[in-house]
């Protein structure tokens, strides 16, 4: 992985004093601590989006004729002898 061009965020007092402990407690620096962040919730912003795709597209093709009549004709699985 690369790394990004640098970027300058602006912290009210209160905030950076929080997030400086936070990464002090795992005994890295502000900046490792807010890149670790970022990368976190990007990574999470991406598997929201597949997941919302992926959504997409089941409803679409569930709407599709060939789709209902797959469906249809496999049916919904069946619980038999109390055994799945």
Known sequence: ???GSPISVHLDD???EVLEAAA???GI???AYLREMAERE???I???KI?????AVAEYVATLPEAQAFYA???TPAVEDGKR
């Open 14 to 16: 209160s905030t950076q």
């Open 42 to 44: 990007a990574r999470k």
């Open 29 to 31: 620096g502000l900046s």
């Open 51 to 55: 997941r919302a795709e992926s959504r």
């Open 1 to 3: 992985m690369t790394m």
């Open 46 to 48: 991406s598997k929201e």
């Open 24 to 26: 002090r407690e795992r």
């Open 73 to 75: 004709d496999w049916g």
